[in-house]
């Protein structure tokens, strides 16, 4: 089956570094996104991931690692405005092309 | 601009009403979707279509139906809406370009059936 885990509520304080954790079962794995998704509105696109290691975008970075079915978002020098849900997401090619989107983590950034 | 619209954004109706809600993007995308949002269970895909005339069910399709006559859109019909289908519904188009794919969600659609 699918499945993927990220935590449900994090806080940082503002200029410091988080990172969200991600893990997830799939049996045909195609690729992996972040998303945010601020209160109301539709989530932005953040990052994929197809193959191992880190992928940089300014403050954001995201890591995966295929074998241990894991990736973690990183966001540096946090911002008020990344108070957001942060959504994993996982594309599976077993019987189609599915795309599974975890619950998210609702990120907390305070001053 | 590219773009991914979705009308209307708003719905308040009564179970069993048909209803379709239109989705449609600009930036000719072969990879279109269907999700709907509900507290505490995510997004979940509903249905999805990797081309013209090529659709398949996600993980909640029951109720739904969907088709592909056309690159750019991809309505969303519910032909006797129930109260359980009361939810946020985003539509959502990608496609693989330079090694990365990138999926754009319209501004989503609220929906409640009565």
């Known amino acids: 089956g699918q499945n993927i885990d990220q935590p449900t509520e994090m806080t940082a304080t503002e200029g410091a570094i988080v990172q969200i954790n991600c893990t997830y079962q799939?049996?045909?794995?195609?690729?992996l996104f972040w998303y945010q998704q601020h209160a109301g509105e539709a989530p932005t696109f953040l990052s994929y991931?197809?193959?191992?290691g880190l992928e940089e975008k300014g403050r954001f970075s995201s890591f995966l690692s295929r074998s241990k079915g894991y990736s973690y978002l990183l966001l540096k020098e946090l911002q008020m405005k990344d108070s957001a849900s942060y959504l994993c997401a996982v594309r599976d090619r077993t019987g189609g092309f599915k795309t599974i989107f975890g619950t998210g983590t609702r990120l907390f950034v305070k001053a | 601009e590219a773009q991914v619209t979705q009308n209307p954004r708003y719905l308040i109706t009564v179970t069993g009403k048909k209803l379709t809600v239109t989705c449609s993007q600009n930036m000719n995308h072969e990879y279109m979707s269907w999700y709907r949002q509900d507290p505490g269970l995510g997004l979940r895909q509903i249905y999805y279509s990797m081309n013209v005339e090529v659709t398949d069910k996600g993980d909640v399709p029951e109720g739904y139906k969907v088709s592909r006559k056309e690159k750019r859109n991809f309505p969303l019909i519910l032909e006797s809406p129930s109260p359980n289908q009361t939810s946020l519904y985003f539509c959502?188009?990608?496609?693989?370009?330079?090694?990365?794919?990138?999926?754009?969600f319209g501004p989503g659609t609220r929906l409640t059936v009565l």
């Open positions: 959502a188009s990608s496609a693989w370009d330079r090694g990365t794919d990138t999926q754009y």
């Open positions: 991931n197809v193959l191992d």
């Open positions: 799939t049996s045909g794995f195609n690729g």
